[in-house]
Nanobody, 115 residues
Framework: QVQLVESGGGLVQPGGSLRLSCVVS????????MGWYRQAPGKQREVLAS???????NYVDSVKGRFTISRDNTKNTVYLQMNSLQPEDTAVYYC?????????WGKGTLVTVSA
């Protein structure tokens, strides 16, 4: 059974940083494409970053240069380092993978950027 559990969200001031973690069980993240998404209040869920099994990364323009996706295969954990956070980054952040043609999501972690 594939499970993803996010953590690391919280309240941060504008300009601050957070690192989100996604612990994965049931599959090896080294064999998978992993992604981070977010959903702000009243908006659709959007993809932020992805990493392939060969370490190729992609980012949406709004987070390029500020967010970094990485992984630790020994811990089967994916990270999202977020810097220079702004109020518009406030959202629930989700970890995602597609395995055997099925989408898997964590329950999300809330990030609030506010003074």
């Amino acid at each position: 059974q594939v499970q993803l559990v996010e953590s690391g969200g919280g309240l941060v001031q504008p300009g601050g940083s957070l690192r989100l973690s996604c612990v994965v069980s049931g599959i090896r993240i080294s064999d998978s494409v992993m992604g981070w998404y977010r959903q702000a209040p009243g908006k659709q869920r959007e993809v932020l970053a992805s990493m392939t099994s060969s370490d190729n990364t992609n980012y949406v323009d709004s987070v390029k240069g500020r967010f970094t996706i990485s992984r630790d295969n020994t811990k089967n954990t994916v990270y999202l380092q977020m810097n220079s956070l702004q109020p518009e980054d406030t959202a629930v952040y989700y970890c995602n993978t597609i395995w055997l043609y099925k989408n898997y999501w964590g329950k999300g972690t809330l990030v609030t950027v506010s003074a």
